[in-house]
């Protein structure tokens, strides 16, 4: 098994030890997972969102600086 292991690391170029990683990582990690931002992504373009929605964001949003929180 090892032999065979290092003989797949050598085709992909990798190490051993980075080959056993990858073969982990695959295994866990489920292929159509979603991610965050490409779902908010697909929901602004389904109902037609655009760049120029957000500039109201920019006009509304509170620029004054945070106070740093007193510990007293």
Known sequence: ????????AAQHGRSAEAEVRE??????KPEARVR?????AALGR???LTN????VFQQ???KTPAEPLGFE
């Open 46 to 48: 389904k109902i037609g």
């Open 36 to 40: 965050l931002g490409d779902a908010l």
């Open 1 to 8: 098994m090892h032999r065979a292991l290092r003989v797949q």
């Open 60 to 62: 509304v949003r509170d």
């Open 23 to 28: 073969i982990l990582a695959v295994a866990v």
């Open 52 to 55: 120029k929605d957000f500039e």
